[in-house]
């Protein structure tokens, strides 16, 4: 499934807009943040940036599930003749067909990744709602199962749901509910090796996994390499999203969200980043590390549905303006894209490419 765009109602619960970038600490608990805010063009100017309208030349649709770069990307979109869903690569050389479905199947495309060589994604249908894995040469050709051995695959929206780590590529599967299984298949195919693992887990960075404590009431991370356990400081007065080296923690006030902060996994580090209007856009935190991609709702949002998108760079302390009135924003990969809606309902993706700035 895709990350959701925060709801307008969620977004504005809290302090009025134009709060979001605030300075001080909750507690003397977090260093002072300079208000320094700037456009993307004046923090960014080299960056790589892309646009790519939503409507297809034979006229549906295209709806990306992740950018390969500011102008390519794999998607759906319905075919021409309204019964069948396509999975694309589209890019300025064309459009590539890899999977053609009914859709009175319902199928389900989702956990997409990629490599230098090769793409791979999870699909399903109503009729056969086990989960395959697929996988396609990236470079052209045609795509191919790789496993229908999938367990009961569990997907969160992250770019970890799938990760390709030492020529294997792995996702989880429930396992009861007291434990998950890491399972992996070599990334030409072959058989399936399962590892399971007490508790309940998700995947990040290789070769760790998070547990975020809503079952076990612990946030913790576990390296499979070493077998070893990080405990996640938390003070209970926050909601933490952690990946191994930076933890989103949502500040709850008496009713409603107070603030933003990252902060290291063992507490370090802290930095108040926003205040109680914003939100989260996408569901992993801290891109490459370094940025926060946080959704900001503006006077009109709860008409429009849409809100301002910001980054906040953990490298210089700015919040940098990316878009007004986004309809939705998504990451992966260090790609951020986004959609906005123009004149006569047209909608445009516009992608920005962290890794360049």
Known sequence: MKPRWPSIAALAVALAAGTALITGSIGGSSAPIAPTRTSALSAWPDAA??????GLDDGPLFSPSMFLDTATAIGTAPAPNGAETRLLVRS???????????LADNPQFEAF??????LFWAESTAASPAVRLWTAPRAGGAARLLTRDTGSAVFYGTQYDLVVAEGRLRWTAAAGSTAT???????????VSVRTEPGQWSQSAWPWLVDDGSTSGEPRLRN??????VAVANSGLAQLT???????????????????????????DRRRIA??????????????DRFEILAEPGPASDVTGASGLVVYDLATGRTVDI?????????????????????YEEITWHTLDLRTV
Not at 92 to 102: D, K, N
Not at 181 to 191: A, D, E, L, T, Y
Not at 224 to 229: E, M
């Open 49 to 54: 940036r892309g646009e790519m309208a939503a």
């Open 92 to 102: 300025p050389a064309g459009m590539r067909e890899l999977r053609r479905v009914s």
């Open 113 to 118: 990744t990629a490599t230098d060589d090769q």
């Open 181 to 191: 299984q890491i399972r992996s298949i070599p990334v030409g195919g072959g058989s």
């Open 224 to 229: 499979l390499a070493t077998n070893r356990d």
């Open 242 to 268: 952690c990946n191994p080296s930076w933890c989103r923690a949502m500040i709850m006030g008496e009713e409603t969200p107070a603030a933003i902060e990252l902060v290291r996994p063992d507490g370090s």
């Open 275 to 288: 205040g109680g209007a914003a939100q989260a856009a996408v569901t992993d935190v801290a891109i490459l």
């Open 323 to 343: 878009a007004p009135n986004v309809d939705g924003a998504f990451a992966r990969g260090g790609l951020l894209w986004w959609s906005t809606t123009g004149d």
